[in-house]
């Protein structure tokens, strides 16, 4: 099926641990960034990318790190895991500014630092 | 980049039309409003976007004013299945920012 697809869906880290969270889409978007979104929080945006190796920072880039080496992948990495990164980090891409439907977002990946 | 203030929570009953508010003052010329909504803790869900004119969908329809400084999106016969956290949002340099949104409680 189309769509936005992350991996995994849950993960326990322990602090200073480091780990890849993956996203891949299958519809040939150009832009495609990473949120995360804490408890009774809004979405906050870490790292955007528009294409194929071009990226650039969000709202809360620290301690995360991203490339964008084929259209299709955006993988978002944590560097050493602290508790303060414990959260709901969700994928999201789109075709283009303006276009239909705007961003599709994947189903999240629920990561806990302990 | 717009910076978008919703109200937190709102209530409507079930079958009559939610009027959802967004103020976005600082929006540029170029800059699309979007909306959202997140069930749960889903990822969030497409509904409506548009630039200066107002649009409509099968989902909703979107009011933007003429100052383009804010807009409504409103569910003409809202269900309990509406019930949900809205986003309003825009994109202009960079990518949809999101505030903390309206909790819509539709109620039977």
């Known amino acids: 099926n189309a769509g936005v697809t992350q991996t995994p869906k849950f993960q326990v880290l322990k602090t200073g641990q480091s780990m890849t969270l993956q996203c891949a889409q299958d519809?040939?978007?150009?832009?495609m960034s990473w949120y995360r979104q804490d408890p009774g929080m809004g979405l906050r945006l870490i790292h955007y990318s528009v294409g194929a190796g071009i990226t650039d920072q969000g709202e809360v880039p620290n301690g995360y790190n991203v490339s964008r080496s084929t259209t299709e992948d955006f993988p978002l990495r944590l560097l050493s895991a602290a508790p303060s990164q414990t959260s709901v980090y969700f994928c999201a891409s789109s075709r283009a500014r303006g276009q239909s439907y705007g961003y599709t977002f994947g189903s999240g990946t629920r990561l806990t630092v302990v | 980049d717009a910076k978008t203030t919703q109200p937190p929570s709102m209530d409507c009953a079930e079958g009559r039309a939610a009027n959802l508010p967004c103020n976005h003052s600082?929006?540029?010329?170029?800059?699309?409003v979007y909306w959202y909504r997140q069930i749960h803790s889903q990822g969030p869900q497409y509904i409506i976007h548009?630039?200066?004119n107002n649009e409509t969908n099968e989902m909703a329809s979107l009011i933007i004013t003429e100052d383009r400084k804010s807009s409504t999106l409103i569910l003409p016969h809202a269900t309990l299945r509406d019930t949900a956290v809205y986003y309003c949002t825009g994109w202009g340099n960079t990518p949809l920012v999101f505030g903390k949104g309206t909790r819509l409680s539709v109620i039977a």
């Open positions: 548009g630039l200066k």
């Open positions: 600082t929006i540029s010329g170029n800059e699309y």
């Open positions: 519809m040939n978007h150009e832009y």
